[in-house]
């Protein structure tokens, strides 16, 4: 099951891909060709369609076109600072929060 779902989310980013802003699609489409009505052919299909057809191209496609990962938080911040040359024990990080800013937060002092 966990093939077909990934199947699915990948058809999903693929027609995204070739789809423009005036919402035309399909053009250099993978499987635009595979039948008369392209993807939609999904709800005009005989029993015979080649269903495998579509998830062997699909999935060649998301292979070739992986879906971007982003960093975390933490990630991005670590690799802002170690671009700068920073030492983090000397950052701002370690100070104490302005008391102004901190009763804005609602954040009482330490031992209080």
Known sequence: MAD????????????????TDDESCC??????????????????TEDGTDWQRYADAIMAWA?????PVYPTW????????WKKGTDVS???L?????????????IEPKGG
Request: a negative charge; charged letters at 25%; hydrophobic letters at 40%.
């Open 4 to 19: 077909f779902v990934q199947t699915m989310k990948d058809w999903r980013r693929m027609c995204k891909a070739y789809t």
């Open 27 to 44: 053009d250099g489409c993978p499987v635009a060709d595979f039948h008369e009505h392209g993807c939609g052919a999904i709800f005009e």
């Open 63 to 67: 292979a070739e076109h992986p879906e």
């Open 90 to 92: 000397s950052m701002f």
């Open 74 to 81: 933490i990630e991005w911040f670590q690799r802002q600072v």
């Open 94 to 106: 370690y100070d104490p929060i302005p008391a102004d800013i901190a009763e804005k937060l609602g």
